[in-house]
Nanobody, 121 residues
Framework: QVQLVESGGGLVQPGGSLRLSCAASGSIFSINAMGWYRQAPGKERELVATISSAGSTITATSVKGRFTISRDNAKNTVYLQMNSLKPEDTAVYYC???????????????WGKGTLVTVSS
């Protein structure tokens, strides 16, 4: 099984920065990528960014240029560096394990509990 634990959320002012971490333990052969999703109140969960075991990344248009996903394989940890935060970035951020096939990310049903990011003055 795969276990995922997010950390790093909190309250930050607009324009500020925050770095989220996702520590992973356990694995299955099919998993070769990780992703960050977020869910704002009253909205559907959306994919923010992904990174494959080969290092390829995908970033949602809404956060491109502001958010960067990265990994540390030695620590089995994935990060989401969030800069120039906006109030609309407020959401619970979830770490997800999945598979990349070609240029497409397929999220699987492995989730962390989520970490809340609140961007407000």
């Amino acid at each position: 099984q795969v276990q995922l634990v997010e950390s790093g959320g909190g309250l930050v002012q607009p324009g500020g920065s925050l770095r989220l971490s996702c520590a992973a333990s356990g694995s299955i052969f099919s998993i070769n990528a990780m992703g960050w999703y977020r869910q704002a109140p009253g909205k559907e969960r959306e994919l923010v960014a992904t990174i494959s075991s080969a290092g390829s990344t995908i970033t949602a248009t809404s956060v491109k240029g502001r958010f960067t996903i990265s990994r540390d394989n030695a620590k089995n940890t994935v990060y989401l560096q969030m800069n120039s935060l906006k109030p609309e970035d407020t959401a619970v951020y979830y770490c997800n394990a999945g598979v990349v096939r070609g240029a497409t990310y397929y999220g699987m049903d492995y989730w962390g509990k989520g970490t809340l990011v609140t961007v407000s003055s």
